[in-house]
């Protein structure tokens, strides 16, 4: 077993991206995998309430995600104790937290709507990296940052209802996309010190922790249905554990804002599964801003971290 040992550091610091030109074939890969992953995670979310209470949804999710982490082969590390607050936040902020507010939300608002929020979190991770890192945005990045937000935007106003229930909703994305905007910085550097994989198990098996007390007192509410437990059982395996160890390779290659880009692909996915699985209507305006979300997402790729 390989001792890490690390003079103090601060909770969160600025990552080294291995790759900080435009992005490699390879980069362009991990992007698109996770992004058709993840994208595809609010469907599943959405026929898993038909079945399952948010909190049981959570749980099973988590723990699934752990355990496709656990069986994969990886190299054994042990974190510094330095290391270890930060990788007990981040199984919260990353996880915990946001993971327990997505179903909760789409109990309020559909798959696509809830997809189509959480591309602000590209916002958030540039707003954290600038404040707390001291990074700034400049050139193809802000650029990006502007375009996407703007094509996310347009996404959005045709979708989100006017109710006090919708509203509740889109709050409870928007604070689920703050959480990403801090996790994914501090996510960085630790998977460059430990590798992916390693990182990404603990935080997952950490988080079921979490995540079990609310999933047991809603269990006596589930139906237990094939459809809907199939449905959470691939966004835990696939939508949680693969997809994160993807996402955390990403970020080591290309850096944690670029990376955090992966989000202005993601509603893409979502409203394209929405309208073909679940009857969502798109209006022309939101088909001009995926365009806009994807050239913003072009743009911010080949600015340098």
């Known amino acids: 077993m390989s001792q890490a040992t690390t003079p103090h550091r601060k909770m969160f610091e600025q990552s080294t991206a291995a790759n900080d030109g435009s992005f490699t074939p390879q980069d362009w890969g991990l992007f698109f995998a996770v992004a058709a992953i993840w994208g595809s995670s ?19 999710r988590v723990a ?35 993971f327990t507010l997505f179903p909760i939300a789409e109990q309020y608002i559909n798959s696509s709507v809830t997809g189509l929020l959480n591309g602000a979190t590209p916002i958030f991770a540039a707003t954290v990296a600038a404040l707390l890192l001291r990074q700034r945005a400049r050139g193809p990045l802000l650029a990006g940052i502007v375009v996407g937000f703007v094509g996310i935007t347009l996404i959005s106003l045709p979708s989100i ?11 409870l994305v928007l604070a689920a996309t703050v959480c990403y905007g801090f996790a994914i910085n501090l996510a960085a550097p630790l998977q460059q010190r430990y590798g992916s994989l390693p990182l990404m198990a603990r935080m997952l098996t950490l988080a079921t922790v979490w995540t079990l007390p609310y999933g047991l007192w809603e269990i006596g509410d589930a139906s237990w249905e094939i459809g809907p437990l199939v449905a959470v059982l691939v966004l835990g395996v696939f939508g949680t554990g693969i997809a994160f160890a993807i996402m955390g390779s990403l970020v080591g290659r290309v850096g944690s804002t670029r990376a955090s880009f992966i989000t202005y692909l993601i509603p893409v996915v979502s409203l394209a599964l929405g309208v073909a699985f679940r009857n969502d209507t798109v209006a022309p305006l939101a088909i001009a801003g995926i365009g806009l979300v994807i050239g913003g997402a072009l743009l911010a790729s080949r600015a340098k971290r």
């Open 161 to 171: 209802g006017d109710g006090a229930s919708e509203s509740r909703g889109v709050f």
């Open 64 to 98: 699934s995600g752990a355990a496709a982490l656990l069986l994969l082969p990886k190299p054994s590390v042990t974190i510094a104790a330095d290391d270890r607050p930060r990788l007990l936040l981040l199984s919260v902020i990353w996880v915990a937290v946001p």
């Open 42 to 60: 609010f469907l599943f979310i959405d026929i898993g309430l038909d079945a399952f209470p948010p909190g049981l949804i959570t749980l099973l």
